[in-house]
């Protein structure tokens, strides 16, 4: 069956530093979202890519999605104690949804 | 704003004892889900719902689990008979659209098997 693979598990960067998590579906998607879950918190969409090679930008996240539609990446530029908390990435193929592993992100001030 | 509601918050039981849980999604949505989340781990897919029917479910979802839409209004989630295992987060989501809609959470149950 489906799986997304996503990676890293963890990351802590400094207040300011840049941050990216990758997400590899074994599996052609037909679109992929992206999710953040604060602490103690549930899943809040962030975005949709469904297109080629797509990249979109909100603010300082910048999301792509590659040319095979297999894999996607969330890149946030310029860290902020704020962004703390999992990001997943969600592959939709078929039916279903399949989230990927999440990237905890902490910030340190 | 529109949300998903889930009942309980938290629920505490007895291995073998069966549970309920409940979502009410919100109103306009046509498909439902429910994923789990052990503490600290991936946010597992369950089972989709569209049509007052099982359009899609995981591995995860074997004969001890089932859905039902009872009333048009609430999305049950019922364990027959629960395991130490299946103590995790439990969240419906429903979406407009099925294949491209954005999900919609609740606030999710917590489920303790003892």
């Known amino acids: 069956g489906q799986q997304v693979m996503q990676i890293p598990q963890y990351q802590h960067v400094q207040e300011g530093e840049d941050f990216t998590t990758y997400c590899n579906s074994s599996?052609?998607?037909?679109?992929i979202q992206w999710y953040k879950q604060r602490p103690g918190g549930h899943p809040v969409f962030l975005i949709q890519?469904?297109?080629?090679?797509e990249v979109k930008k909100q603010k300082r996240l910048t999301f792509q999605f590659g040319e095979a539609k297999k894999n996607s990446s969330l890149h946030i530029t310029a860290t902020q104690t704020t962004d703390v908390g999992t990001y997943f990435c969600a592959g939709r193929s078929d039916n279903d949804m399949r989230f990927g592993a999440g990237t905890r992100l902490t910030v340190k001030p | 704003e529109p949300e998903v509601t889930q009942t309980p918050s938290h629920q505490v039981t007895q291995m073998g004892q069966e549970v309920i849980l409940r979502c009410v999604p919100i109103s306009n949505h046509l498909y439902f889900y429910w994923y789990r989340q052990i503490l600290g781990q991936k946010v597992e897919f369950l089972v989709s719902?569209?049509?007052?029917?099982?359009?899609?479910k995981s591995e995860i979802f074997d004969d001890q689990f089932s859905v039902e839409r009872p009333d048009g209004s609430n999305f049950t989630l019922k364990i027959r008979s629960t395991k130490l295992e299946d103590s995790a987060m439990y969240f419906c989501a429903s979406s407009v659209q099925g294949s491209t809609g954005e999900l919609f959470f609740g606030e999710g149950s917590r489920l303790t098997v003892l």
């Open positions: 599996t052609t998607l037909s679109n």
């Open positions: 719902f569209y049509n007052n029917e099982i359009s899609e």
């Open positions: 890519l469904v297109k080629s090679g």
